[in-house]
């Protein structure tokens, strides 16, 4: 069965939805789906695999503020069984009432074959991953995925 809107309803269906889909983006940027989703346990993204990857030089509809809070901070020492991997994201919120937080931090060498990888829940206190490697590859990439802004990236030479 068709429904049929009058114009005046169809305006303010728009004016009702259109504040949520245009949230976030400029300097107080915030996901419009964490807008409109707020206080739920998940908030639903896009297949992983077709995701759109963030990173220092493009931040897409984030703000540089947001850039500074997700990208993912790289420590390697050699020792002498290999390499010890730290991956921290400083000042980013583990909260559980929003729900807002790093779901996980994945390590991949410079071929992208994956080398670790560590879940977090909200409720954990700080997205910190030790990754002990056996080998020394020639360059690391670490991604974090913040269950609002996305999936971020950096990487570093291994020296």
């Known amino acids: 069965m068709a429904r049929h809107f009058t ?21 107080n940027a915030q996901h419009p789906t964490a807008t409109a989703m707020q206080g739920t346990a998940a908030i ?12 220092k030089d493009f931040f897409g509809p984030w703000n540089a503020g947001v850039a500074k809070a997700h990208l993912p901070q790289i420590t390697c ?17 583990m909260n559980p009432e929003v729900p807002h937080y790093i779901m996980w931090i994945r390590i991949e060498d410079g071929k992208g074959n994956v080398l670790g990888k560590k879940d977090f ?9 030790t990754f002990t490697l056996t080998t020394v590859p020639d360059k690391i990439k670490a991604f974090e995925r913040c269950n609002i802004h996305g999936t971020w990236t950096s990487e570093t030479d291994v020296k």
């Open 7 to 27: 114009r005046a309803a169809l305006i303010a269906l728009v004016a009702a939805v259109l504040p949520i889909a245009v949230a976030g983006y400029g300097d």
């Open 44 to 55: 639903p993204m896009a297949d992983p695999a077709k995701e759109t990857v963030y990173s």
């Open 77 to 93: 020492e050699k020792t002498g069984d290999g390499l010890k991997v730290t991956v921290k994201v400083d000042n980013h919120p």
């Open 121 to 129: 829940v909200a409720t954990d206190p700080a997205p910190i991953a």
